[in-house]
């Protein structure tokens, strides 16, 4: 394929692909040809401002440091809109075997999504190839990559998530460790836990207990009005209620679902109601006799559709991530009315410990994180592992996936 019509291609995801106003910055600059930029200041103090509706980026593998430093050049006044790399690597850059290229090249992706917030919409690469038989050269290949900045990702879901460092489950699951190990406590001044029942004390730990930001739930609880009082979602009571029982006692509008409890929907207390529905991606039921309804099928049937979700709990036993799976990649809008997620993961879904399964969880993570959801609770569930003191080499295939922890994120 020739590279101009790759990058044709590549901006048609971002339906952009007649834009005019473009600029091609070549990595090392004595590389660069007439049509394209000179970068000849990349010092960490004064790197270049770099504009253009469209920006090209081409570069050698080797040249890394650079390329990152000429994606911190882009201007992010809303002028960018498409960032498109093509990386080119040669058998003469690899030292020590391929897969030194390809942890290069890892790094440098996750340098552009995690530290310079550009997300990948489309990639496509140029096979290794040989010139002409009677005048052979080194091998190389070229991996085109598309990124849009994170303010224009809009509706677009987020659909790709570099492999974290060799790509391998160990590597995988310490990427995710690291993710639910490290809330960011700070984001909230007064968190609360709510719930949980004495019976269901572990050592330090209470079963069916939710941290819980009250910064700007506070101010709704007291609220008099059913307008303008707290809503909340609890998605899986199991015959617990102490966490719906506890936000319904400070003044909340609660609704809670669960299909498998047996009992009829029904009205709890003055702004409580259980009902007997399930949440599901489709309608179809896990078993004949559930009532399953999308998320957006809730809303409508409660009539809440546009009004805001303060608190949106899911406890479902392994079904959060079909849930946020369908969400965040068909419907990515739809939690931008939600305030608050808690939720419970469960090792189902983790079957075999498989690095592209392992992934697929940290990009839905991830793609909470990109969408303003800000982790700032995390606890480990006593029926697993805790992953902060996992030892990853030597216990990955004994787990197989048997962790559970308590996530708390609140939009930021």
């Not at 808690?342 to 992934?359: K, N, Y």
Request: aromatic share 8%; charged share 25%.
């Amino acid at each position: 394929m020739q590279s101009s019509s790759l990058e044709e291609r590549l901006l048609e995801p971002v339906q952009s692909p007649k834009m005019r106003n473009r600029t091609v910055i070549r990595v090392p600059a004595y590389d660069c040809e007439d049509n394209c930029k000179v970068l000849t200041d990349l010092r960490p103090d004064k790197p270049p401002a770099i504009t253009g509706q469209v920006v090209f980026i081409h570069g050698l593998i080797t040249q890394s440091y650079d390329i990152r430093r000429s994606v911190e050049a882009i201007r992010t006044d809303g002028t960018n809109k498409v960032l498109i790399t093509a990386i080119t690597t040669k058998n003469r850059h690899i030292k020590k075997g391929e897969e030194n290229f390809a942890l290069e090249l890892y790094n440098l992706f996750h340098s552009l999504y995690f530290h310079h917030n550009w997300i990948p919409v489309a990639a496509d690469h140029q096979d290794c190839t040989k010139s002409h038989r009677h005048r052979p050269q080194r091998r190389h290949c070229i991996t085109w990559v598309a990124w849009i900045p994170l303010e224009g990702l809009g509706r677009l879901p987020l659909t790709y998530i570099p492999p974290a460092a060799d790509g391998s489950s160990e590597s995988e699951l310490q990427r995710l460790a690291s993710f639910l190990t490290r809330p960011t406590e700070d984001v909230c001044r007064n968190m609360q836990k709510l719930g949980g029942t004495r019976q269901n004390v572990y050592i330090d730990f209470i079963d069916g207990q939710y941290a819980v930001c009250l910064d700007r739930l506070l101010p709704k609880m007291l609220s008099m009005s059913m307008a303008n009082s707290c809503l909340v979602y609890s998605f899986g009571v199991n015959d617990d209620w102490s966490f719906d029982d506890a936000l319904h006692g400070r003044g909340c509008e609660v609704h809670s679902f669960d299909p498998s409890s047996g009992g009829a929907s029904h009205k709890r207390g003055l702004r409580h109601w259980f009902h007997a529905w399930g949440l599901g991606t489709r309608t179809n039921a896990l078993k004949p006799e559930w009532k399953m309804l999308t998320y957006a099928q809730i809303r409508q049937k409660l009539g809440h559709e546009g009004r805001p979700v303060d608190v949106l709990k899911l406890d479902m036993e392994g079904s959060e991530w079909s849930f946020l799976e369908s969400t965040l990649m068909d419907h990515p809008s739809m939690l931008d009315a939600v305030d608050q997620l808690i939720m419970e993961i469960h090792p189902e879904g983790f079957e075999g410990m498989q690095a592209r399964v392992i992934r697929q969880r940290s990009l839905l993570l991830h793609h909470l994180e990109k969408r303003g959801f800000t982790l700032f609770k995390s606890r480990v569930n006593v029926n697993g592992p805790n992953l902060r003191s996992f030892d990853f080499s030597n216990r990955l295939n004994e787990t197989q996936g048997h962790f559970m922890y308590e996530l708390s994120f609140i939009k930021i």
